[in-house]
């Protein structure tokens, strides 16, 4: 199990946090993301330009990507992105 530091734009922290959104698209070249991995996503405000401070932890439950593809993934998502599913962590 790892815990992987990220940015997050604000409006998707936003979306997590909120419990809406629950998934969040990387790029699979940059992290060794494995399911059982933690995100820590770090709210970044991109029209300023800086961390606001606030983070969240979620829980990988699931990854599609180029090693578990989905029916339609190899025709939309980038060799290089995988989408995470997740799971906020209580706190």
């Keep these: 199990m790892t815990i992987h530091t990220v940015k997050s734009w604000t409006y998707l922290f936003d979306a997590i946090a909120s419990g809406v959104k629950t998934h969040d698209i990387r790029d699979m070249t940059e992290r060794d993301y494995k399911v059982g991995d933690y995100l820590l996503l770090q709210r970044f405000d991109q029209a300023k330009g800086l961390y606001t401070g606030e983070?969240?932890?979620?829980?990988?439950?699931?990854?599609?990507?180029?090693?578990?593809?989905?029916?339609?993934?190899?025709?939309?998502?980038?060799?290089?992105?995988?989408?995470l599913s997740i799971v906020k962590v209580p706190t």
């Design 55 to 83: 983070q969240l932890k979620v829980r990988i439950t699931y990854i599609t990507d180029k090693d578990t593809p989905c029916a339609f993934s190899s025709a939309v998502l980038s060799r290089n992105f995988g989408i």
